[in-house]
Every structure is written in structure tokens, then in C-alpha cells.
């Protein structure tokens, strides 16, 4: 029976957790998750973070980090997302003037010592999408595709689904292309694409039993729901989204 660890990115809760970190991490787990990806430490030390984390019993899979600091600090940012356990870090996004085609290879080559020093950690490197990443460079192909072709042995994807939808693309044949290289991907439903507005996973668009299967095929480690609409996503589309990946069970 094939069955994936289901992780919440933080940013979904982000009001919740600024007020009480300890009793937000307390439902998440509640709630079934096994993990948690991070979008900063909400005020808190990483070691008192570290402490609750494994208190309530909720794994430190990853963290979304500027990548400026991972260029410019290299080493005392990874010293502490080491010490919470992740096992990933992922670039979470980029300002307007690098999203060019030039802008984004430069970039990649920026982060080529940071991928070796992470390497060396056992931490994954990867870059999260959202749409406009699929825009057309100058060379034809997309900024995705030009950036993660720069350094394909360390850097991998986290593809965000819902923004892959929301692009106009196939987030199917997405995970096929970068099999081996996609560890976690972000499990965003839609329900409309024209505007984008996102809903819990299984209520909109993705055809998510199709993509837990090629997930798995492509390596897949762990699936993460994430809304990001900017009204406060409930802690009902939290459970709701946890539920309905977990009992898409499958051989």
C-alpha cells in the first residue's frame, strides 16, 4: 500500500502560529500531519523551536529561506536550520528584477557554493515555483527549466502543483520531467485559475491521485499542503486537506 508522509507549510497558518507557536504546532499534529516546513521561526529562538517540535512530535522537513541569505550567510544559515532538523532548504521565491532568463541563471550560479555546502550537510537544495516561472526567456524555454538546468547534480525542485495549474501547464508531466530531482512537492489546490484562488487539497482542480502516483514513481518524499489566498486560510481547509491525502491510499 503506498502511502506518503503529509507535511503543512506554516505560511498556510502564519496568523496562528505569530500569536501561539507551541499550541499551533499542538494541532497540527492533532490533526494527522507528520511534519512541518518552515517560513521563518515566528519570533523564537531555533533552539526553543527545535525543543517544541519534538516535544509534540512533528518533523522538521524543510524551510523556505531568502536566498540572499543563503548566499550571503551561507554557513550560519545552514548551522541553524541544520539544528532543527531539516532536511531540505528551498529558495521560496525571487524579486521582480531577476525574473528574466538571465536573471534566474545568474542566480543558480550565485547559489553553486551554497549547493556544495549543502551537500556536504546532507541538506537538499531546492527552488519552489510559482507562475511565473513558466514565462518564456529569451533562449524559449522557460526561467524554470533555464535555472534548474544550471546545476541539475544539487539542485532540485520543489514544485508548488497549484501554481504549476495555475500557469496553464501540466503538473503531471512536471513531476515527470524532474524525476529524481522533486523530494517534496506542494500540494495547493485550485479553484479557479482566472483569477487564482486556491481551496483545500481535493476540493478544486488537480487531479491529485494522478499526481500522488507519478510522485511516487518520480521519488517523492514528502507532500506538503500549503494555501497561501491572502484571507486566513482555516483550520477546517488544514484538516480537511490532511484527510483527504491521507486516505488516498493506492497499490
Known amino acids: 500500500m503506498i502511502k506518503f508522509k503529509v507535511g503543512l507549510q506554516l505560511y498556510s497558518i502564519r496568523q496562528m502560529a505569530e500569536k501561539d507557536l507551541l499550541e499551533t504546532l499542538k ?3 492533532a490533526l494527522g500531519y507528520d511534519g512541518v516546513e518552515l517560513a521563518g521561526l515566528y519570533g523564537h529562538e531555533a533552539k526553543q523551536v527545535k525543543e517544541w517540535m519534538d516535544r509534540v512530535g512533528l ?3 524543510s524551510a523556505h529561506v531568502p536566498w540572499r541569505d543563503l548566499v550571503e ?3 550560519e544559515t545552514l548551522d541553524m536550520y541544520q539544528s532543527l532538523g531539516c532536511s531540505y532548504v528551498a529558495v521560496p521565491s525571487v524579486e521582480e528584477e531577476l525574473r528574466t532568463s538571465k ?3 545568474k542566480l543558480a550560479e550565485y547559489l553553486v557554493p551554497v549547493a556544495d555546502a549543502c551537500k556536504k550537510r546532507g541538506i537538499g537544495l531546492l527552488y519552489h515555483n510559482h507562475d511565473f516561472e513558466y514565462e ?3 533562449d524559449q524555454i522557460s526561467l524554470l527549466d533555464g535555472f534548474l538546468e544550471q546545476n541539475p547534480e544539487n539542485l532540485g525542485a520543489e514544485l ?3 501554481w504549476v495549474l495555475a500557469a496553464g501547464e501540466n503538473p503531471q508531466e512536471e513531476i515527470k520531467k524532474y ?3 522533486v523530494p517534496l512537492l506542494h500540494m495547493k489546490d485550485v479553484k479557479e485559475k482566472n483569477p487564482v484562488y486556491f481551496c483545500p487539497v481535493g476540493r478544486g482542480l488537480l487531479p491529485v491521485r494522478a499526481l ?3 510522485a511516487y514513481g518520480a521519488g517523492t518524499k514528502w507532500l506538503i499542503v500549503e494555501q497561501d489566498n491572502e484571507d486566513l486560510t482555516t483550520w477546517n481547509d488544514v484538516e480537511y486537506s490532511v484527510v483527504f491525502l491521507k486516505g488516498q491510499r493506492f497499490e
Do not use: S
Request: charged share 40%; aromatic share 0%.
Open 73 to 75: 550567510n551561507t554557513n
Open 59 to 61: 518533523e522538521c522537513i
Open 160 to 162: 508548488d502543483l497549484g
Open 103 to 105: 536573471g534566474m541563471k
Open 136 to 138: 518564456k526567456g529569451e
Open 179 to 181: 524525476h529524481g530531482r
Open 212 to 214: 500522488m502516483r507519478e
Open 27 to 29: 494541532r497540527v499534529k
